[in-house]
């Protein structure tokens, strides 16, 4: 078995309905990839466990989706540095910005990619982590070529109504 290149981390089982459309797009790549449940406040020594790991099991990125006061990205990428790629996911109370704010805000010298609140920021930090893969992949690199010209043909073919 492939050794995983993505792990995806999420802190709560209820973060799943954004966090699998970033599983999705790496099932779709055929990336090696596992999803877990590692919860920054609950959790915490399986979350610094998980990012010290992280390096010594070859892992290229993690992606890390939280919500509320969204510690888990930043927590990670404290650990370790495989590129972490945040996904802040949309709450209750303030709609995902207080996500947003918490793992984009990073203080100079430990870095988290941020991307956009729910499941358009999961699934491009999917992609993103495709893109960083495909770097040292010409198959992966012709695949989301592919995948891109998908998305032009359809916008070429969009019509309005009259
Ligand atoms: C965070 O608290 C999780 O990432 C989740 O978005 C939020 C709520 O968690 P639950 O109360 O649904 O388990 O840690």
Redesign the pocket.
Known sequence: MNPIQVGVV??????WDTMQHAVHILKEFGIAHEAKVV????MPDDMFAYAEAAVGRGMKAIIA??????H?PGMIAAKTVVPVLGVP?Q?KALSGVD?LHSIVQMPKGVPVATFAIGQAGAANAALFAVAMLANEDPALHLKLVAYRLAQTEAARAMTLPA
Do not use: E, I, N
């Not at 999420?10 to 973060?15: C, T």
């Not at 919860?39 to 609950?42: D, G, K, T, V, Y």
């Not at 989706?65 to 969204?70: I, L, P, V, W």
């Open positions: 999420m802190g709560s089982s209820s973060d919860s920054a406040h609950r989706g939280a919500g509320g006061a969204a888990l996911v709450t996500s």
